[in-house]
């Protein structure tokens, strides 16, 4: 069985301000780790995605992640926010193995808040 | 692309009654996801297909849940009878195995009521 933790349930951040969203999973194999966007009564976009390679992952919007592996951390960055980054950013993992490379076990979510 | 399609965008309904939740995914998809969306328990898998079949419905909450998907382009979620705790956000997703990215695409959701 895999689980994701997101430590902030909220992040409040000042425009033009650095953020970080933390995300650490468990499993006992392998993983592809995702990071999503859900926007006000929208669903659910994809930001960016580790599935093997380089640890440091570029996505959309100007988000980064970096992989590690021995900290079982999946942490999401941006140097400089917009009012428009204003959402809840969801960190998902599944396994790297046989039919459950789909089964995506999602975090509980950090509500991002970016004001003037 | 119109991308995945779910109607109706919001659904209310009274204890006992049956609710059907309905679902297209993105043309040549061969994955489809149903998941639920509440405030205590955050978004949970409840049955994903490949290429029609389900695979995996282990997050199915009970027997009241049911779900088919009868063609490739065409899922429903039915519930009944349904109760009060039933009340949350609803998304399909898709996926193509083909393209390798594992990304699912999202639906934009039916809020379901039940009072």
């Known amino acids: 069985a895999q689980s994701v933790t997101q430590l902030d349930s909220q992040v409040p951040v000042f425009e033009e301000a650095p953020v970080e969203l933390r995300c650490n999973y468990s499993?006992?194999?392998?993983?592809?780790l995702f990071w999503y966007v859900q926007y006000p009564n929208q669903g659910l976009q994809l930001l960016l995605k580790?599935?093997?390679?380089?640890?440091l992952v570029k996505g959309i919007n100007g988000f980064e992640a970096e992989f590690n592996k021995s900290q079982t951390s999946f942490h999401l960055r941006k140097p400089s926010v917009h009012i428009s980054d204003t959402a809840e950013y969801f960190c998902a993992v599944s396994q790297n193995s046989g039919g459950s490379n789909y089964k995506l076990t999602f975090g509980k979510g950090t509500l991002l808040t970016v004001n003037p | 692309d119109a991308g995945v399609i779910q109607s109706p965008r919001h659904e209310v309904t009274e204890m006992g009654q049956e609710v059907t939740l309905r679902c297209k995914p993105i043309s040549g998809h061969d994955y489809l996801f149903w998941y639920r969306q509440t405030m205590m328990r955050g978004l949970e898998l409840l049955i994903y297909?490949?290429?029609?079949?389900?695979?995996?419905d282990s997050g199915m909450p009970e027997d009241r849940f049911s779900a088919k998907m009868p063609n490739a382009s065409f899922s429903t979620l039915k519930i009944q009878p349904s109760e009060p705790r039933d009340s949350a956000v609803y998304f399909c997703?898709?996926?193509?195995?083909?393209?390798?990215?594992?990304?699912?695409?999202f639906g934009p959701g039916t809020r379901l009521t039940v009072t």
């Open positions: 580790y599935l093997s390679g380089s640890t």
């Open positions: 297909f490949n290429n029609n079949v389900p695979i995996d």
């Open positions: 997703a898709s996926s193509l195995l083909g393209a390798g990215s594992y990304e699912q695409y």
């Open positions: 499993s006992s194999v392998s993983v592809y």
